[in-house]
């Protein structure tokens, strides 16, 4: 604000600032967003607290997103039994398209919505798939996180983080 005032800047460059604060290494998840899992329970995050928690922003149109999911569900397997969770976060805009697709992929785990695109606003994803690491306090630990498909790479830092 100081500075936006000394300089006589456009009020957009506070406003930006202010919401891309969620992007900041330390920040806490957004609150006060609508999310909801396959069955229409609204969801938060704040459950997740205490646990690692690994995000996947995604879509059922998204043909990378797609790609990545194999690779997803292997480290999952993989890291069954540690204290990280794997959360994919659909910004379909239709929930029947989200809810099909978690059918013809046979999706299980942590599946939400994003089902007004405010989170995706908030974290400003631009583009998806998208990953991001949370830590047990819930606040920002990775913004645009390595791929679950770069392998070990992610796996390491995942374990290092528990």
Not at 3 to 23: C, E, G, I
Not at 38 to 55: C, E, P, Q, R
Not at 87 to 109: E, M, V
Request: a positive charge; one cysteine or more; aromatic letters at 12%.
């Amino acid at each position: 604000t100081a500075v936006v005032d000394k300089y006589t800047l456009p009020q957009r460059y506070l406003q930006d600032f202010k919401a891309r604060r969620f992007t900041v290494k330390g920040a806490f998840f957004p609150e006060d967003l609508r999310l909801v899992d396959a069955s229409g329970n609204v969801v938060d995050f704040a459950s997740l607290k205490g646990h690692i928690v690994y995000i996947d922003m995604w879509a059922s149109w998204c043909v990378p997103c797609r790609k990545e999911i194999p690779h997803l569900q292997k480290l999952e397997a993989e890291m069954a039994g540690s204290n990280v969770k794997f959360l994919s976060i659909s910004i379909d805009r239709k929930s029947d398209d989200w809810k099909k697709a978690l059918t013809q992929l046979d999706l299980h785990g942590l599946q939400w919505h994003d089902e007004d695109g405010k989170l995706a606003n908030a974290l400003n994803v631009k583009g998806i798939p998208f990953f991001l690491i949370y830590d047990k306090e819930g606040r920002l630990y990775r913004y645009n996180a390595p791929r679950p498909s770069s392998g070990e790479k992610l796996k390491v830092l995942l374990k290092g983080l528990e």
